[in-house]
C-alpha cells in the first residue's frame, strides 16, 4: 500500500539521519544531549499512546521511569545481575505494577483518574526516598555499571548513542504498527466516544489497562537506559516535575503523532540547555511556555503549526 | 497521653491549614469545575508576602496581612483574566496543563523575587505556649484555629446571607438557569478565581510564622491541601473541613506512632483510598450538599 | 425458517427505577426471529431506558431478559455485539476524527482477533484479516450507498449521510438484533422512506429489528408488530392497524376528551 511505503522511506531516512548525525558528531557533550533527547522521546512515546490515542491522562509516569532506573540498578548492583537479564526481569515488574495500578485507576475517569496516577506517582517517589537500605535513599543510588555487549562497550557516548536511538526507531516501529492496527482503531474509537466504542463491542476496559501497561513498559525501558548512561540516580528525577515533565513534552509535541513524541521531547531536552545562561529564568520562561502553548495551540505544535500552515495555504488560494 | 495529646494538638494546626488549603481547591471547583494545581503557589505567594512585609518591610501585623492577601488575590484575578478566560479549547486537559504551567511559573517568580533561601517571621503574638495536660499547644497555633473558624463561619455567612454568595451558588448548580435570571456568568467565575486565591493567600499568611518559607514549598502543601479536599468531597465546604482536619490528625498520629518518612506519604495514600472507594469523598456518603 | 419456534428475544416482567423515579414497570414481551417491531410511546415512557438495558448500560432491577437463549441481564454492552446485539444512537455517535471506512472497520471488532502483540509482530494471518476487514467494509459501504465516501472523515459528512454510516457500522458486527434509536429523527421524507426500504432490507437479511421512533407513518409502514407503552406500562401490542385504533394507545398520545360541563 502507499502509506506503507512512504512510511519505510521515511523511516529509512530517519533511520540515515541518526547514523550520519552518529558519526559525524565527536563531542561527548552534543552526542550525550542528543542521547538525553532519544530517553525522553521513548517517555513522551508511551505516554502519547495512553494520552493521545487513548485519551487517558496520567499525571504519575515519573514512577514508571523510575522503577525501571531503581530496578536495574538494584538487579545489577546489589544482585549482581547481568544488566541484559536485568532488563527483561525490571519490565516485568513494571507490567505487573502497571496492572495491579491500572485496574482500580482506569475505572475512575477525567479528573479523578489524573489525580489517581499523581498519588501512585506521589507514594513511589516517597518509596525512592525512604527505603534507603534498598534504594539509597535521597542521597542516591551510585555505582550503576555500563553496558557492553560482547567486545562492544556502551560506556563510549558515541555506542551510547546508537543505542538508545536504536531503541527509539524500534519503538517508533511499534507504536507505527498499533496505531495502523485494529488495536489501534479501537484505541481511537474511545478517544472519540468511549461509549459509542463499547457499543460496537470495543471492550474499553481492557483496552485501557493494556494501553496503559504498554505506556509503563516504554517508560521504564527509559529508566533503563537512563541509569546505565548516567551511573547514579535519586529520587529527584522521578518526581512529581518528572511526570509532568512527560505531560509536557507529549502536549508540546501533540497528542496523537509519534512525530510528535520526537518534537516535544527535542523541545524540553533543548530549552534547559539554552536557557542555562539565564538559568533563574528557567522556570519562568518553562511555565509560561506551557501556558502559552496550552493557551493557543491546544493541540500541540505539530498539529497547531500544521493548521496554522494548512490556514495560510488556504488563504493564498483565494 | 502527653503524646497523644502532642499529636493531636499539631494534628489540628496542620488541619485547620490544610482545610483553609482545601477550601480554596473546593471553592474553585464548585464554581468551575476546574482543579487549579497552581494553587499551592498562591499559599507560597501568601506566605511570602509576609516575609517582605513584616520581615523586610517591618509593617505592623494587620495591614501586612492585609496587603498580602491583596496581593495573592490581584495575582488570582490577573491569572483567570489572562490564562483561563483567553483560553480556545477549554477541554479539561488543556485547564489542567494550564494551572500546571502556571504553577512552575509562579515558582519561577518566587525563586527572582526572593531567592532560594527560606524565611521566617515571629507568631502573630508573643503569648507562651499553653500547657495542657503536659503536650504544648504554640499560640501560633491557637491563632491557626481561631482564623480558620473566622473563615469557615465568614464564608458560611457569605454563602448563605448575601446577595453575591447566593449568586455565586446559583452559578454553581446551574449557569444556564443563573443565567436566566441575570447572574452575570463570567463575573462569577471571576469572584470564584479571587476568592479562591484569597483562601491560598490567607493559608500562606497563617503558615508564615510556624514553618521555613520559600519559593518552592507550594507544591507540595497544595497537592496535601488538594488530597485534603478530595478526602472530605471536592466541591464541599463541610468536606475541605472534615478533609483537612482529618488528614492532620491522620498525618500526625502517623508521623507520632508509626514513621517520620510516612508523613508525605498519609496525604498520598489517603487519596488513592478515596478515590477507590469513595470518589465523591466523605461528604458524598452523607448528602450532596454543595457550599 | 421452519420450527423456529423460540423468540430470539424474550422479556419478562422488568422492572427499573432510578431513584425514586420508576422508569419501567413490569414489561414483557418478545421478538421472534427475522421481524420488524416498532417501539412507540409518548414522551417518558421508558423507550430508552429499555433500550439501554436491551443493549447492556445498566441491568434491570427485576425480570429476565433472554436472547437467543442466555440470559443477558448483567451482560456488559460489549459483551452483547459478540452475541449479535447492535444498537444505533438517538444523536448520531460516530467515530468523528476516522474516516467512513475506518468507523465500518471498528464495527467488525467482535468479528476480528488481531491484539496488540498480533499488531506489532505484523504476522500473516494479521495481514490476512485486515485485508478481509477492509474488503467487507467497502462492500457494506456499496451497499448501503457511501461507496464514494469511504475516505471521508466521518465528523464531516452530512447528516443524513452520518445516519447511514452509523447503520452500515451496526450491521458491520453481524447482528442478529439490531436495535435502532430514533433512526429518523432529523431526516426528510425522502430520507426517511429510503431508511424504510433499508431496514427491510436488513429484514430480509436475516436481521431482527428494534426500533424506537416517533414518526408513526414510517413505524406503522415498515413494522411487522408495534409495542406501545406509557408511563412505564405497557398498555398494548399486536399489529400496526390494531394498535392504531387501540382506544388506550389514542387516549395515551391524546389524552382522553373532556366532557363539557354546560
Known amino acids: 500500500m502507499r502509506l506503507m511505503t512512504r512510511t519505510r522511506i521515511v523511516y529509512a531516512l530517519f533511520a540515515a539521519v541518526i547514523a550520519v548525525s552518529g558519526w559525524a558528531i565527536n563531542s561527548p557533550y552534543y552526542l550525550q544531549i542528543l542521547t538525553f533527547i532519544g530517553i525522553n522521546t521513548l517517555l513522551a512515546l508511551g505516554l502519547n499512546m495512553l494520552m493521545g490515542y487513548a485519551g487517558q491522562i496520567s499525571l504519575g509516569h515519573g514512577a514508571f521511569y523510575?522503577?525501571?532506573?531503581?530496578g536495574t540498578a538494584i538487579l545489577t548492583v546489589h544482585w549482581h545481575l547481568s544488566p541484559w537479564l536485568a532488563l527483561p526481569v525490571t519490565i516485568f515488574a513494571v507490567i505487573l505494577v502497571a496492572f495491579i495500578v491500572g485496574i482500580p485507576t482506569l475505572k475512575l475517569s477525567g479528573y479523578y483518574l489524573g489525580m489517581g496516577t499523581l498519588g501512585f506517582g506521589m507514594i513511589v517517589n516517597i518509596l525512592f526516598r525512604e527505603w534507603s537500605s534498598v534504594t539509597g535513599g535521597a542521597s542516591g543510588f551510585v555505582g550503576i555499571p555500563s553496558l557492553e555487549l560482547g567486545p562492544i562497550s556502551f560506556a563510549s557516548a558515541k555506542n551510547y548513542f546508537y543505542l538508545v536511538w536504536g531503541f527509539v526507531i524500534l519503538s517508533f516501529i511499534v507504536c507505527h504498527r498499533i496505531i495502523h492496527s485494529r488495536v489501534g482503531r479501537a484505541l481511537r474509537a474511545i478517544h472519540d466516544g468511549e461509549k459509542a466504542a463499547a457499543a460496537v463491542g470495543v471492550d474499553t476496559s481492557r483496552l485501557k489497562l493494556q494501553v496503559f501497561v504498554l505506556s509503563a513498559v516504554f517508560s521504564a525501558l527509559a529508566g533503563f537506559l537512563y541509569a546505565h548512561m548516567v551511573f547514579f540516580i535519586s529520587p529527584?528525577?522521578?518526581?512529581?516535575?518528572?511526570s509532568i515533565r512527560i505531560v509536557t513534552m507529549v502536549v508540546i509535541g501533540g497528542m496523537a503523532s509519534v512525530w510528535g513524541s520526537l518534537l516535544g521531547a527535542s523541545v524540553l531536552t533543548l530549552l534547559p540547555e539554552w536557557l542555562h545562561a539565564f538559568s533563574e529564568f528557567e522556570m519562568v520562561v518553562y511555565g509560561l511556555i506551557l501556558m502559552l502553548i496550552m493557551i493557543f495551540l491546544p493541540k500541540g505544535l505539530t498539529r497547531g503549526l500544521l493548521d496554522m500552515y494548512e490556514r495560510a495555504g488556504k488563504k493564498n488560494d483565494r | 497521653m502527653q503524646e497523644f495529646l502532642q499529636y493531636f494538638f499539631s494534628g489540628i494546626t496542620n488541619g485547620a491549614i490544610y482545610a483553609v488549603i482545601a477550601i480554596g481547591f473546593s471553592m474553585l471547583y464548585n464554581s468551575t469545575e476546574l482543579i487549579n494545581f497552581a494553587h499551592g503557589e498562591f499559599v507560597m505567594l501568601g506566605s511570602m508576602c509576609m516575609i517582605t512585609f513584616v520581615g523586610a518591610m517591618h509593617l505592623p501585623l494587620v495591614p501586612a496581612i492585609a496587603l498580602s492577601i491583596a496581593c495573592v488575590t490581584a495575582a488570582g484575578l490577573i491569572f483567570?483574566?489572562?490564562?483561563?478566560r483567553t483560553v480556545k479549547n477549554p477541554e479539561h486537559i488543556v485547564l489542567i496543563i494550564i494551572t500546571v504551567g502556571a504553577s512552575i511559573f509562579l515558582r519561577g517568580v518566587g525563586m527572582i523575587i526572593w531567592g532560594k533561601d527560606a524565611f521566617s517571621i515571629p507568631p502573630f503574638s508573643s503569648h507562651p505556649p499553653l500547657d495542657i495536660g503536659g503536650a504544648r499547644l504554640l499560640a501560633q497555633s491557637l491563632w491557626i484555629i481561631v482564623i480558620f473558624l473566622l473563615i469557615a463561619v465568614g464564608l458560611q455567612v457569605f454563602y448563605k446571607k448575601t446577595l453575591t454568595g447566593k449568586a455565586m451558588e446559583a452559578n454553581a448548580i446551574s449557569k444556564r438557569a443563573a443565567w436566566i435570571v441575570g447572574i452575570p456568568s463570567r463575573l462569577m467565575v471571576t469572584l470564584a478565581f479571587g476568592l479562591s486565591a484569597a483562601m491560598g493567600g490567607v493559608a500562606g499568611v497563617i503558615i508564615a510564622p510556624v514553618t521555613m518559607c520559600s519559593y518552592d514549598m507550594g507544591t507540595m502543601i497544595g497537592l496535601k491541601g488538594f488530597c485534603a479536599a478530595m478526602l472530605g468531597g471536592l466541591g464541599s465546604l463541610w468536606g475541605a473541613l472534615i478533609g483537612g482536619?482529618?488528614?492532620g490528625i491522620l498525618e500526625a498520629f502517623g508521623v507520632g506512632f508509626v514513621s517520620s518518612g510516612l508523613k508525605d506519604a498519609t496525604a498520598f495514600l489517603l487519596l488513592l483510598f478515596i478515590l477507590y472507594v469513595r470518589p465523591g469523598g466523605i461528604i458524598s456518603a452523607v448528602d450532596v450538599k454543595r457550599f | 425458517m421452519t420450527g423456529n419456534v423460540q423468540p430470539l428475544l424474550q422479556i419478562t416482567s422488568v422492572s427499573k427505577a432510578f431513584g425514586g423515579i420508576q422508569a419501567l414497570t413490569d414489561i414483557s414481551f418478545s421478538l421472534a426471529g427475522g421481524t420488524i417491531t416498532g417501539l412507540i410511546g409518548p414522551n417518558g415512557a421508558g423507550k430508552t431506558t429499555l433500550f439501554n438495558l436491551i443493549s447492556g448500560v445498566f441491568p434491570p432491577d427485576t425480570g429476565k431478559i433472554i436472547f437467543n437463549g442466555n440470559d443477558i441481564r448483567n451482560k456488559k454492552p460489549h459483551q452483547l455485539v459478540s452475541l449479535g446485539i447492535a444498537r444505533t444512537f438517538q444523536n448520531v455517535e460516530l467515530f468523528d476524527s476516522m474516516t467512513a471506512l475506518e468507523n465500518i472497520l471498528v464495527g467488525q471488532h467482535t468479528r476480528t482477533r488481531c491484539g496488540m502483540m498480533g499488531s506489532i509482530l505484523r504476522l500473516p494471518w494479521v495481514a490476512r484479516e485486515e485485508q478481509n476487514a477492509r474488503n467487507l467494509s467497502?462492500?457494506?459501504?456499496?451497499?448501503?450507498?457511501?461507496?464514494?465516501?469511504?475516505?471521508?472523515?466521518?465528523?464531516?459528512?452530512?447528516?443524513?449521510?452520518?445516519?447511514?454510516l452509523e447503520l452500515a457500522r451496526a450491521m458491520a458486527s453481524r447482528p442478529k438484533l439490531l436495535l435502532l434509536d430514533e433512526p429518523a429523527s432529523g431526516l426528510n421524507i425522502v430520507e426517511?422512506?429510503?431508511?424504510?426500504?433499508?431496514?427491510?432490507?436488513?429484514?430480509?437479511?436475516g436481521v431482527t429489528v428494534l426500533l424506537v421512533e416517533h414518526d408513526m407513518s414510517l413505524t406503522m409502514e415498515i413494522s411487522d408488530r408495534i409495542v406501545v407503552l406509557d408511563q412505564g406500562r405497557k398498555i398494548a401490542e399486536g399489529a400496526p392497524r390494531d394498535v392504531q385504533e387501540n382506544t388506550e394507545v389514542i387516549a395515551a398520545y391524546l389524552g382522553t376528551p373532556k366532557k363539557i360541563d354546560d
Do not use: C, H, V
Open chain 2, 245 to 247: 482536619f482529618l488528614l
Open chain 3, 192 to 205: 426517511t422512506l429510503r431508511l424504510g426500504d433499508l431496514i427491510r432490507k436488513f429484514r430480509d437479511q
Open chain 1, 66 to 70: 523510575g522503577i525501571g532506573a531503581y
Open chain 2, 80 to 84: 483567570e483574566r489572562l490564562a483561563i
Open chain 1, 236 to 242: 529527584e528525577s522521578f518526581s512529581f516535575i518528572a
Open chain 3, 138 to 164: 467497502m462492500e457494506l459501504l456499496d451497499w448501503i450507498g457511501l461507496g464514494e465516501q469511504t475516505n471521508a472523515k466521518s465528523g464531516d459528512l452530512p447528516f443524513g449521510w452520518q445516519r447511514l
